[in-house]
């Protein structure tokens, strides 16, 4: 057996594992290294998709490998001295782009194991905003070779290719329709999704035993993996023990006991930080919206349900609304399609204006729930009435309601870059500009300071991920998703870290 951490070894995201025996393996995720990403790229300077996996190549920031779909591959990329692995399937942990956003760039004929909620939210991801080449996860368009043959383009009218999905676990017809159909695709003259096998992971034959558990985390849908071979390998993905699925968790580690390699993120392990769980900031937004008789944003990360099911019991406390974007609305369409939980229970639905509304917008938004949408009017009018779910780019929409006051509760994690540290400042204004009180940060100097107890992390604290490794008790510990994979060295005894691209041998 094994093991090739090829990418995210040393930094917080970017996972590309290969775990092979007898020739044969998986992938454990296929991640966009946001740390390596940036040495090169930003908002307004990007890869340019035509000219396929190039651009990523060259700057080493996907690794050489024979695995890459072929349209993919302009004439003057030459794969021939690519090592060729076998790739019997990607595993997923989840659905955020440091473990997924290169995935769309695999060859085609290897299929994506998923839970059905972390499918379900690749597939609304990608119906609802447009997708750079490499995160066309759920379903992409194949690209052909222009007069030059270094330029690779799409075909206006050719169908969307969709790909294989094996789940980790038994879903509806709903959900199996969702997966396989495309808003829109009706019409006259539309790209219709030509579905892949969206099927159940028992029903095909892998290398491995596959166990797979649902875990706690910042997105639904997280899903560790144990795989038996002649040995067995756990893999955590994301975690941590301290949200709503912290059991769920615990199961997972007290069932990867007979693992003798334990794959582990290590995120917080090299931060001195606070810890709080979800039920301290749940109080503590609480309070804020329980002093405030005026406008109440809650801003938390695009994708945490988590938070947001939070903010919608304090709304039904405080008898307030929670008013949701559209996409948002959809995304929770998509995860019900999953997991049968009706979320959208008394949310409403923020009116942008806009000359018209996108297909997935009228076709599931507004079809299902077209008498819940609040208009900016509405909300100027009686603005104690609400709670708004905005982030930073949300923040335009201000300028149509119009508050004159509020509170704003960020409630997200704090900046990790310069550029980062400035979209605070950027904020800040917005919030001056509309006389809000801030909770969860504040500006000194130029630099924001962010306040404990507004948001807790979606990565297991040094104490869990302590407890973590000692329950499993591995012969050998590998982290990953970490910068300070110093700490486990120091604390542990088996701890084998392998830099990108290095291997670690089994038997
Ligand atoms: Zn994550």
Redesign the pocket.
């Known amino acids: 057996m094994i093991i090739t951490v090829y990418d995210g070894a040393t930094t917080i995201?970017g996972n590309k594992i290969y775990v092979g025996e007898n020739g044969r393996g998986v992938f454990l995720d296929f991640g966009l290294n946001f740390a390596r990403y940036g040495k090169y790229f930003a908002e307004f300077l990007t890869e340019r998709d035509i000219r396929g996996i190039y651009d990523l190549i060259t700057l080493n920031l996907i690794p050489e490998l024979k695995v890459y779909r072929k349209d993919t591959i302009p004439a003057d990329v030459d794969t021939s001295s690519f090592p060729e692995l076998s790739i019997r399937a990607l595993f997923l942990s989840?659905a955020?782009l440091?473990?997924c956003g290169n995935a769309g760039l695999l060859d085609e004929s290897i299929p994506f194991v998923a839970s059905p909620v972390t499918s379900a939210i690749l597939k609304a991801m990608r119906d609802i905003s447009p997708s750079r080449l490499a995160s066309e996860v759920a379903y992409f368009s194949r690209r052909y070779p222009r007069e030059d043959l270094r330029v690779l383009e799409a075909n206006r009218k050719d169908n969307y290719c969709g790909r294989d999905f094996y789940h980790t676990k038994d879903f509806s017809d709903d959900f199996h329709e969702f997966m396989c159909s495309k808003p829109g695709q009706d019409g006259k003259n539309a790209k219709k999704l030509d579905a892949g096998e969206v099927c159940e992971l028992c029903e095909k034959p892998l290398p491995f035993e596959v166990y797979a558990y649902e875990v706690d985390?910042?997105?639904y849908g997280?899903t560790a993996y144990v795989l038996e071979g002649d040995t067995a390998i756990a893999y955590s993905g994301?975690l941590r023990v301290h949200g709503k699925k912290g059991e769920e968790t615990k199961d997972f580690v007290r069932s990867a006991r007979d693992a003798s390699v334990l794959i582990i993120e290590g995120t917080r392990a090299g931060r001195e930080d606070y810890h709080d769980s979800e039920g301290i900031v749940y109080e503590n937004c609480r309070r804020v919206v329980e002093q405030t008789d005026e406008l109440v944003i809650a801003d938390f990360a695009a994708r945490n349900f988590e938070r947001m099911e939070a903010f919608a019991e304090i709304a039904e406390k405080c008898s307030r609304e929670l008013v949701i974007t559209a996409k948002d609305a959809y995304m929770l369409h998509a995860i019900e399609c999953a997991d049968g939980i009706h979320r959208m229970k008394d949310l409403r639905i923020y009116e942008e204006l806009r000359a018209k509304k996108d297909k997935w917008e009228v076709e599931v938004v507004e079809e299902r729930w077209g008498d819940r949408y609040t208009s900016p009017s509405e909300i100027s009018e009686n603005p104690e009435l609400y709670i708004l779910c905005f982030s930073f780019y949300d923040l335009k929409h201000l300028l149509d309601i119009k508050p004159e006051g509020g509170a704003y509760v960020y409630s997200s994690s704090e900046a990790f870059s310069e550029e980062q540290e400035f979209d605070f400042v950027r904020l800040n204004n917005w919030l001056s500009r509309f006389y809000f009180e801030t909770y969860g940060f504040r500006i000194e100097g130029d630099k924001p300071v962010f306040e404990k107890g507004y948001h807790a992390s979606?990565h297991a604290s040094k104490d869990d991920l302590r407890w973590i490794i000692e329950t499993v008790d591995p012969d050998v510990v590998i982290p990953v998703h970490t910068d300070n994979s110093g700490w486990f060295e120091k604390e542990f005894e088996n701890v084998v870290v392998l830099g990108d691209g290095e291997s670690y041998k089994l038997g």
Do not use: E, F, L, R
């Open positions: 995201g989840h955020h440091d473990h985390h910042s997105i997280a994301d979606g």
